[in-house]
């Protein structure tokens, strides 16, 4: 039964990338497909950062150690998605043309929040190996923390681009508050039952 | 021995230079002149085979509405086609009927482009009053059947920039707003013309959401020459048919030198004044979007670029990534109207 945990995972984590492939073949992405491709991709790195950051949370509170066991794969999958959608972006919305990405990317500036969350992810999949861990030591823990900054960011960056309607920006900003309260309010707790602060 | 042989093309036949040269950009002409025919036959056929086929382009037979009321019928009977010619027509192949009708930023019904075709009434309000307010001899509240009554309904192809770099080619049907606006004769302080859309929370979802910061009605305007402009024009319908709600039925705004924003549907009220008018985009963004919104490759949005548009409709692997004109390409007609003014600034 365990074993059949970790393949089915995977399966699902890469269900929407199928169920977007298969809407690329039978051309089913409406009238203007770059975009829709880049809204999808784009929503569904952010949904894979929050699964991943709810996971420490769901192990503490159901004190089931399964939710970490798939936690660095979930975290590569945020980062997968994160790759499809940039390159989608350089490719299908920007035509690949080298002077309008650069321009973009230092000049407009929810690229530049959006981008720097990808570096961020893109150096927390490059140091997810074990031994790079194992390599990293104690500084692992402090890189890998940045994996909050980059939810931020991604927040902000989706925050940024949309017109009027906010009504999604809302909805993974306040998981977003509340996976990170869970962890401000669980330091607190800790520190005030060691007796170091109240 | 060495026996001369003859060349076995007399001189006489040899053609001379600028004949076979003459000839050749005849044939080239010729092909050109082919391709052009085939780029008509590929409209879709039923252009053609309705009516005689007079008009350029007709929805297909399937997704054709049904007369809002008997007047409207008789309205439609009589269309001038559009012309061959710019600027009211484009050769540029037509956004099908079905992208026209589905593909639609219409806030008052919803957020997503899918959202005004899916929750707006299919069938078109009538009767239909319209508000003329403000400096002109004969304010009042209009019925919409008297106010077509005088205007003779035409066929315009035109094409569509939408400030979010994506542009259609769409057959209009309607008439000059020049056309409405003589009707109730502004008076000499008329410098401006302001345009109101519907707000109807029984029908209209969006105008209840909380997270759309839109402060509904929904506003535009035009100075009084962009208005007379002859390109500037009121739409009552598309692909020779009824304008459908979620295109701003039963009439809106065309401008097609600015973007797509300025184009308000659905227009209870048109109000005339001497001073600027507030216009909902600009309320909203002032640093993003202005009051002329004319197009302008050169003029970028804050957070995205305006020198290309995607012409709709895209597939992934055949893009039609084209460069955005200044004014859409309708400079000729209109860039006059902005002599002076800093582009940049007035954007």
Request: charged content about 20%; glycine content about 6%.
């Amino acid at each position: 039964m365990a074993k059949l945990i970790k393949p089915s995972v995977l399966l699902i984590a890469l269900l929407p990338f199928f169920i977007l492939l298969l809407r690329i073949a039978r051309n089913d992405l409406g009238p203007d497909p770059a975009q829709e491709l880049s809204i999808e991709t784009g929503e569904w790195t952010l949904r894979f950062l929050l699964i991943t950051l709810a996971m420490t949370p769901l192990r503490q509170i159901t004190n089931q150690v399964v939710f970490v066991k798939h936690r660095r794969m979930l975290g590569l999958f945020a980062l997968f998605y994160g790759s499809v959608h940039f390159l989608s972006w350089m490719t299908f919305l920007l035509g690949f043309r080298w002077f309008a990405i650069v321009e973009e990317l230092l000049e407009r500036p929810y690229i530049t929040v959006g981008f720097s969350a990808f570096l961020i992810l893109v150096a927390l999949g490059v140091t997810s190996p074990k031994p790079m861990v194992r390599k990293l030591g104690k500084n692992w823990k402090r890189l890998h923390r940045l994996v909050y900054l980059a939810a931020v960011l991604g927040v902000i960056h989706l925050l940024w681009i949309l017109r009027t309607d906010i009504t999604e920006a809302v909805l993974y900003g306040s998981i977003l508050t509340g996976l990170l309260g869970y962890r401000l309010l669980r330091f607190w707790w800790t520190q005030y039952n060691a007796g170091k602060i109240g | 021995m060495l026996i001369k042989k003859p060349s076995d093309i007399k001189t006489s036949e040899i053609t001379p230079e600028n004949v076979y040269k003459s000839r050749r950009e005849f044939m080239l002409d010729g092909s050109k002149l082919m391709l052009g025919t085939m780029a008509g036959a590929s409209l879709p056929a039923t252009v053609l085979a309705q009516n005689g086929g007079a008009l350029k382009a007709r929805a297909p037979a399937s997704m054709q509405r049904a007369a809002p009321a008997p007047w409207w019928a008789e309205k439609f009977s009589s269309i001038k086609p559009a012309p061959n010619s710019e600027p009211f027509f484009t050769g540029e192949t037509l956004t099908p009927y079905r992208d026209v009708t589905h593909y639609n930023n219409f806030y008052e019904y919803g957020m997503d482009k899918g959202d005004p075709s899916a929750n707006s009434n299919p069938s078109q309000p009538d009767p239909w009053s319209v508000a003329i307010t403000g400096e002109v001899a004969r304010p009042g509240t209009y019925n919409l059947e008297d106010i077509l009554k005088p205007v003779d309904l035409e066929e315009r192809i035109y094409r569509m920039r939408c400030v979010e770099a994506w542009s259609m080619v769409i057959p209009w049907i309607g008439f000059p707003l020049a056309d409405l606006i003589k009707q109730f004769e502004p008076t000499s302080n008329a410098r401006f013309i302001e345009f109101e859309t519907l707000v109807d929370p029984d029908t209209m979802p969006g105008v209840t959401s909380r997270f759309a910061m839109v402060n509904w009605p929904y506003r535009e305007g035009l100075r009084m020459d962009e208005a007379m402009n002859p390109l500037a024009f009121m739409a009552v319908g598309l692909y020779g048919n009824y304008l459908p709600s979620q295109n701003g039925a039963p009439m809106r705004l065309i401008v097609p030198w600015k973007y797509g924003f300025k184009g308000i549907k659905s227009i209870v009220r048109i109000n005339f004044r001497e001073t600027q008018p507030n216009t909902t985009w600009n309320d909203l963004q002032a640093n993003e979007y202005g009051f002329y919104a004319n197009v302008n490759p050169a003029v970028h949005h804050p957070r995205w670029r305006q020198d290309m548009e995607r012409r709709l409709p895209q597939t992934l692997f055949s893009r039609q990534h084209i460069e955005t004109q200044l004014f859409n390409g309708y400079g000729e007609q209109v860039a006059h109207l902005y002599n002076g003014m800093d582009l940049a600034r007035n954007f």
